[in-house]
């Protein structure tokens, strides 16, 4: 049951356009995330077409997640404070132009500072979704619509590599790779004409206050975490390594100074009451953030693994991982139907689900022959796609379905920077341990991926216990709901 101040009032009627506005917010949503997975399979062509050094190539991938993260939360609350309408119009803007800049960048120099602002745009873009959610929808619709949006954000990014595979074949040549981002802007103009149409002119939040020391001490958090990941190709994890405690006293800073805030009832950058008070969102997030860890770093490991180490083309490497993509689109679109039925033990089948469908992969890469990799692969991921499915969508339902309106931006904002900080961690790490086993012996490439993509079974694992841990919870909650409903019947029958 959500807390009274998350639905809208009785006398309020739905917004009539809220499905067709939802609808135009996924589209924007879904190119902005696509964006974090697409251009794996590029790297090696836009490298050979800009005679770039591998270190600065990959500041293409990382650069753009490492800005999507800095601007989530600040995003959101901003959104929340200055109405999610223009924050919305304003990201999906800049993100369509920086796609174009990106698109016609002459040198690797202008492509990564292009990069930098379009990840700024597109974590600016991310929070409104959820929070335009929180304010058009309510009951059962906002199950739905947070399905949708589950949905979405699942598998944007699990098919990231075959689309641009697909792309890069269709568009040939090799300056193929440009239509990467120039693909967004036809698409992201039209979208933009329909929001200005469709998304509603809601007043500002109660408060128009910035907690501009919040913002400067959280951004300055999640950029020395972020940081040292992002340049981890290039030794930036051991060059950096003291930007970690950094992190951990800005935290602490970050912490004592919003407490500070909602005792002299300010208006916090991120209420820390939704960890303490609101049901589900606390395990939510901390699944989100260990599930991402492990589900953003294998793609990175396969187009490695399949490009470099077997010579497959981008769009066989895409292709090769289709089934993980079909698997969890249908799942998803299921799982956010279910979800209101089934709660937290629809993310635990999941995440088993994923878990079977990984250790299946492992054993796939380690014994089958290059030329029947594909095939072979194909049943492994689409049990591990369908298990995603229903992990993804489902835990954005549960963890933001009971979050106040007031507070709607900031915390998807919270929510998405765990999971962009966990695929950060992936992406270095997993790729690391893959680079790592290979120079050990001496360029084993099956063994190497064997052992990236065991330690994205590890991040499940860790995933799936914290699933079970809130599960067990949920259930004691509803057993003391239902003795309390008893009791109170009882005395109500003998009072």
Do not use: K
């Not at 967004?184 to 004409?193: Q, T």
């Amino acid at each position: 049951m959500a807390t009274p101040d998350a639905r809208r009032s009785d006398a309020e009627a739905p917004d009539p356009n809220r499905w067709r506005a939802l609808s135009v917010t996924l589209v924007a949503g879904f190119m902005s995330l696509l964006d974090v997975s697409i251009v794996s399979v590029a790297l090696p062509s836009l490298q050979r077409s800009l005679g770039a050094e591998p270190a600065a190539v990959q500041w293409v991938v990382s650069g753009y997640a490492l800005t999507f993260g800095l601007a989530l939360v600040p995003a959101g609350r901003l959104g929340d404070a200055l109405g999610r309408r223009r924050m919305f119009l304003g990201a999906l803007s800049a993100f369509v132009l920086f796609s174009g800049l990106a698109g016609m960048a002459p040198g690797i120099g202008l492509l990564v500072a292009a990069r930098l602002a379009q990840g700024l745009a597109a974590g600016a873009l991310a929070p409104q979704n959820s929070g335009l959610i929180q304010q058009l929808f309510d009951g059962d619709e906002r199950g739905r619509a947070f399905g949708l949006f589950g949905a979405t954000v699942g598998i944007s990014t699990a098919v990231g590599p075959v689309v641009g595979g697909v792309i890069l074949a269709l568009a040939g040549g090799p300056d193929g790779w440009r239509w990467i981002f120039l693909v967004n802007v036809p698409i992201g103009v039209v979208a933009l004409v329909l929001a200005a149409r469709l998304l509603p002119r809601a007043a500002p939040g109660r408060t128009g206050q910035i907690d501009v020391v919040g913002g400067l001490l959280l951004g300055g958090a999640v950029l020395a975490v972020l940081l040292p990941l992002a340049d981890a190709d290039s030794g930036g994890v051991g060059r950096m390594w003291w930007l970690f405690p950094v992190a951990a006293g800005l935290i602490t800073l970050f912490l004592w100074w919003e407490r500070r805030v909602m005792r002299r009832r300010g208006a916090p950058l991120l209420d820390l009451r939704l960890f303490s008070g609101t049901r589900g969102y606390a395990p939510g997030a901390a699944l989100g953030t260990v599930y991402f860890l492990g589900f953003s770093g294998i793609w990175l490991v396969f187009a490695l693994f399949l490009q470099n180490g077997l010579g497959y083309t981008p769009l066989q490497s895409g292709l090769s991982v289709t089934a993980f993509a079909l698997g969890s689109a249908v799942s998803a679109a299921v799982g956010g139907r279910l979800v209101e039925r089934f709660g937290r033990r629809l993310t635990v089948i999941g995440l088993v689900g994923v878990l079977t469908g990984l250790v299946a992969t492992v054993g796939v890469v380690l014994l089958v022959p290059a030329h029947q990799l594909t095939g072979a692969l194909a049943p492994a991921l689409l049990v591990a796609g369908i298990g995603g499915g229903l992990v993804i969508s489902p835990n954005i339902t549960l963890t933001l379905r009971e979050v106040p309106v007031r507070m709607a931006g900031s915390a998807g904002g919270a929510l998405q920077t765990g999971q962009r900080v966990g695929a950060a961690v992936g992406t270095a790490a997993l790729p690391g341990v893959y680079y790592l086993v290979l120079d050990v012996t001496g360029q084993n490439f099956r063994l190497a991926a064997a052992v990236a993509l065991s330690g994205a079974v590890l991040s499940v694992t860790a995933a799936l216990v914290i699933a079970v841990w809130d599960l067990r919870h949920e259930r004691i909650a509803r057993r003391r709901c239902s003795e309390e409903e008893v009791h109170g019947y009882d005395h109500a029958a003998h009072g």
